[in-house]
């Protein structure tokens, strides 16, 4: 009899594991759960959930921060996997599903992350796995890069999509500096805000070796358009030797579990 009762028992918490209903919050989050072969179980994510092509398929809660909370309600998910910019909008729902909360600046935030979500869904040695990759990729890219020269870069988020204006960078204290400088680059901004809003000016007088543009925020536009935006302004190193690089790849933002396919991006730029 006892024997049957812990019987029992695990094949109700393995259809209890199986039958876990998730809503991931952002496209990172979304790709954890896919890469720990947990894709099935998510019923709600984002619209800018499109990694990988079965993600497209899922229902959608709204944008990044502008959720949807009667469609969350209604998809009655047992787990919300959230970061901690999400949990004011949605702690309302803390008594009707679990909330697990992980953070994303940082690559130790994003191995975290993994970590905290494999456990969560019992993939925890698929987890290991794929942190692993991670950083055997990242630490043979810093090896590459090691003897090399060093490039002064310039990493811009956004900016207005017709000029030089309202340009946002990225920091010293997000994942993709991180990044930068395993790849061969330098940031080449000193300052202590992690988004800043620069003017070309201050561009000038930075004078970087690279500018690379995450520009998919405007996707219409073509890189001769693009480019032809800082021509005129060949006094910065970077646009005198044509080293303005476009992305327009959306994964290169993300913090998720392609960080590694980032740094390989990266050092091609440099290198190649």
């Not at 309302?92 to 935030?109: G, M, R, S, Y």
């Not at 327009?248 to 440099?270: C, D, H, M, Q, S």
Request: some cysteine.
């Amino acid at each position: 009899m006892k024997l049957l009762k812990i019987l029992i028992l695990i094949i109700i918490l393995q259809v209890s594991i199986f039958s876990q209903r998730i809503v991931t919050l952002a496209p990172g989050l979304t790709e954890i759960v896919f890469s720990l072969g947990k894709g099935k179980n998510i019923i709600g994510n984002t619209k800018f959930c499109n990694f990988p092509e079965k993600a497209k398929k899922i229902r959608k809660i709204g944008g990044y921060l502008d959720l949807n909370l009667e469609v969350l309600i209604d998809l009655n998910p047992d787990i919300i996997i959230l970061y901690p910019e999400h949990y004011n909008k949605i702690k309302i729902l803390k008594d009707k599903a679990e909330l697990l909360i992980v953070k994303h600046e940082t690559l130790n935030d994003i191995f975290n992350s993994i970590r905290l979500i494999s456990e969560k869904l019992k993939k925890i040695e698929k987890g290991k796995l794929i942190t692993s990759k991670i950083k055997k990729t990242l630490t043979n890219i810093k090896l590459k890069t090691l003897k090399k020269k060093k490039f002064k870069t310039l990493l811009i988020a956004g900016r207005n999509p017709d000029q030089l204006t309202n340009i946002t960078i990225i920091g010293k204290t997000n994942f993709l500096n991180e990044i930068l400088e395993i790849s061969g680059g330098i940031n080449a901004y000193n300052g202590d805000i992690p988004y800043p809003n620069i003017s070309l000016e201050s561009i000038v007088y930075m004078n970087p070796d690279f500018i690379i543009e995450f520009s998919y925020f405007y996707t219409d536009k073509k890189r001769k358009e693009i480019l032809n935006l800082w021509s005129k302004h060949d006094i910065i190193t970077a646009v005198n030797k044509e080293r303005i690089k476009i992305i327009k790849e959306t994964f290169l933002l993300i913090p998720g579990p392609r960080v590694g396919e980032i740094a390989k991006k990266l050092y091609n730029f440099f290198y190649d």
